[in-house]
């Protein structure tokens, strides 16, 4: 103890206080490292999810001008002439699936508009749909990549047959 | 003694070695017994030994509170026996719904009561809100009360929530995706939390396993403690809210005008803002029988509600989860569509800021207003302001949630309920 202040009840000693903020940063960092233990537990690090790449078959089977869903993708497979794109069925706003209309598409969850290129027209959603990245693989079909996102004039062009 | 005969057989057992060694008090028939009735049992020494007159009157509290928690009892106990049966697994979950309806002896009136019980305690809790609001009892001494109180109203919500996620219908499924997308606009953490709520990318078996964990461990312990920690305010805080409590007792009465022919003495007057504050001995009763008996007959009478409704309503199941089409019109349960409506303008600003907003305001709202003026009374004229406020935002609430339910149609068009709905032209 300090001899100056004998009487003084605050009065601490320097090992008193070591013990005091060790013992507390030892308290505070174990309710943290618990906390963020238990929070990174619960955060998954193997996904049993479908593949975001998936075939879409032969580009041929598209006729031109159509505009085909997929259902187990939730996609719409556009063609016009040798040009092939994928638009996502799944609506910006909060995930439902979209319909497709004579001037676009329409989501039935909260009634967002959007035209055939995807961009909102009315409604909630707040953003357009997404285009989806298509090539072609190697055994001639579609191959689409949901987790690539392209402009919405980004085409996989096709040579056309002569 | 000419006691009835039933009476008179339980004060026998009551009396015995082995009665006194369960129950240590018979049927009270002094003052004293009727105190320690209250507190030599484990159940009864929550309450207090004596109640005040005020805090019994039916008109005052409407005993919503009450209801509320007779009501999270039903939902423990009908939902510890579907857990029975229940398997959260989205291949399983919608045929144990049908064997619970059509093959399981009583299951259906079981799921009917869960089902009812979970809708009123909802409606409940929130018309106990607002009581508390109108009658100005969040004020001091019990400001942390009403925080405590707005935690289990959001509770309530997210165990409605990931309840109706379970039965993994077509409600639940395009539940948990909007759901997890309102919560995905949150700033900052959203996408995140949508990420540790549905356990990945897409709503499936993890996301199921998670709400069921969330549905029958977690909220409810979370509910339960901190009701026992709401009750045990309650008490603290001085019993239920009544007015002029804040009079100094000991200036009311002079003290050597104490009556000299009572049992009482100066040990049960106080001063500061201690829980026997305004209790002026002559305005108590024994809660028992007061206040027990009451407490008794109205959970009879809960009970009987749920039952008529679980008997002659059966709980809605809707077709099995379909991830590729929503239901058209896609509508939550009355309580949400209010939010939905809001939604539907902005997932942003319906959904996650003026969904915080109101939450936060609501538990800041006995820190703001801290005038002491119009505790205890229904729509006291000194709190003109605060009730007005507090009304037009109730009424706004209602208002949305009445165009959600009734002026929303096929892809939440604008329907009015009395004209013929437009066919549904597009999609399945």
């Not at chain 1, 497979?77 to 069925?89: E, H």
């Not at chain 1, 209309?101 to 035209?115: A, L, M, Q």
């Not at chain 1, 001639?140 to 392209?150: A, I, Q």
Request: charged residues 15%; positive net charge.
């Amino acid at each position: 103890m300090n001899p100056s202040t004998p009487n003084d009840p605050n009065d601490i000693s320097r090992r008193g206080f070591f013990k005091l903020t060790l013992g507390w940063l030892a308290g505070t960092f174990a309710i943290i490292a618990s906390a963020a233990g238990a929070v990174r537990f619960l955060v998954p690090n193997v996904l049993f999810e479908p593949s975001q790449i998936f075939k879409a078959g032969k580009p041929e089977d598209l006729a031109d001008g159509s505009v085909t869903f997929l259902e187990d993708e939730r996609v719409f497979l556009v063609r016009q002439g040798n040009t092939y794109r994928c638009l996502s069925a799944i609506c910006t706003h909060l995930g439902c699936t979209v319909n497709r209309t004579e001037k676009g598409y329409h989501c039935p969850c909260h009634g967002s508009v959007f035209d055939d290129q995807g961009n909102v027209k009315s409604g909630p959603a707040p953003r357009g749909l997404a285009w989806f990245q298509v090539t072609l693989s190697k055994d001639n079909r579609l191959l689409v990549d949901k987790s690539r996102m392209v402009a919405a004039d980004k085409y996989l062009v096709l040579p056309t047959k002569v | 003694m000419n006691a009835p005969l039933l009476k008179r057989l339980w004060q026998t057992f009551a009396r015995s070695r082995v009665g006194r060694s369960i129950f240590r008090v018979g049927l009270p028939e002094s003052n004293l017994e009727r105190s320690q009735a209250m507190t030599s049992s484990f159940l009864l020494h929550i309450q207090p030994a004596k109640v005040h007159k005020h805090s019994l009157k039916a008109g005052y509290s409407l005993g919503l509170g009450l209801i509320s928690l007779y009501l999270f009892f039903i939902l423990i106990g009908t939902g510890v026996l579907l857990m029975f049966y229940y398997v959260p697994s989205t291949d399983r979950a919608y045929n144990e719904m049908k064997d619970l309806q059509f093959v399981v002896s009583a299951g259906l009136l079981i799921r009917n009561m869960h089902r009812w019980a979970a809708h009123l305690m909802v409606l409940f809790v929130m018309l106990h809100l607002c009581r508390v609001f109108y009658t100005g009892a969040y004020k001091h001494p019990r400001e942390f009360n009403w925080v405590m109180g707005v935690g289990l109203f959001l509770l309530t919500l997210g165990l409605s929530f990931t309840g109706y996620l379970l039965p993994w219908d077509q409600l639940a499924f395009w539940a948990i995706t909007v759901g997890t997308n309102i919560a995905g606009y949150a700033p900052i953490i959203g996408p995140k939390v949508k990420y540790l709520l549905l356990g990945g990318n897409v709503v499936g078996q993890e996301a199921l396993t998670r709400f069921y964990a969330l549905h029958v461990i977690v909220l409810p312990t979370l509910a339960l403690i901190m009701v026992a920690v709401h009750l045990w305010r309650v008490r603290k805080d001085g019993g239920l809210s009544r007015p002029d409590e804040s009079g100094d007792v000991i200036e009311q009465i002079p003290l050597g005008q104490l009556p000299t022919n009572k049992s009482y003495g100066l040990m049960e007057l106080a001063r500061g803002t201690t829980p026997q504050v305004g209790k002026n001995p002559e305005d108590e009763v024994f809660s028992w029988p007061h206040l027990v008996f009451r407490e008794i007959l109205l959970f009879l009478l809960v009970a009987a509600v749920v039952l008529f409704l679980a008997i002659f309503w059966n709980a809605p199941l809707e077709e099995y989860a379909n991830p590729i089409y929503p239901p058209n019109p896609a509508k939550a349960p009355w309580y949400f569509l209010g939010l939905q409506e809001l939604v539907s303008y902005s997932a942003f600003w319906g959904g996650v800021v003026i969904p915080g907003l109101l939450v936060t305001a609501l538990v800041l709202l006995p820190y703001l207003d801290r005038a002491r003026a119009g505790v205890g009374r229904w729509f006291a004229r000194e709190r003109v302001v605060a009730n007005s406020i507090f009304t037009i935002c109730l009424l706004a609430a209602i208002v949305f949630t009445i165009i959600g339910t009734y002026f929303r149609g096929p892809s939440w068009s604008w329907v009015e309920p009395w004209q013929q709905p437009p066919a549904i032209t597009e999609g399945r």
